[in-house]
């Protein structure tokens, strides 16, 4: 059974910095594209971030300059370095990763459980 789980989240005052982390376990063969996604109370999920298996990353607009996704591959982690959080960027951050199990050799999308983050003004 895959899974994926996120850590990091927690309070912090605005202009502050958390840093998420979420680890893929199970058995599998590889994985393609992972990426943040959250989403704020009343709100539909939005994407966050995402980084491909090389390293090509695309962000949201609202967190561009300030959050940093990065992936250690020997690891099956994702990160994302959050910067200058602001009480905008309050909500639940979902981990989701394109893995590839070793049989049947198929992708599939995954997703964690979500960690709070909170930024207080």
């Known amino acids: 059974q895959v899974q994926l789980v996120e850590s990091g989240g927690g309070l912090v005052q605005a202009g502050g910095s958390l840093r998420l982390s979420c680890a893929a376990s199970?058995?599998?063969?590889?994985?393609?594209?992972m990426g943040w996604y959250r989403q704020a109370p009343g709100k539909q999920r939005e994407l966050v971030a995402t980084?491909?298996?090389?390293?090509?990353?695309n962000y949201a607009d609202s967190v561009k300059g300030r959050f940093t996704i990065s992936r250690d591959n020997a690891k099956n982690t994702v990160y994302l370095q959050m910067n200058s959080l602001q009480p905008e960027d309050t909500a639940v951050y979902y981990c989701?990763?394109?893995?590839?199990?070793?049989?049947?050799?198929?992708?599939?999308?995954?997703w964690g459980q979500g960690t709070q983050v909170t930024v207080s003004s």
């Open positions: 989701n990763a394109d893995i590839v199990r070793n049989w049947p050799p198929n992708e599939f999308n995954y």
């Open positions: 980084i491909t298996r090389d390293d090509f990353t």
């Open positions: 199970g058995i599998m063969s590889r994985i393609n594209a």
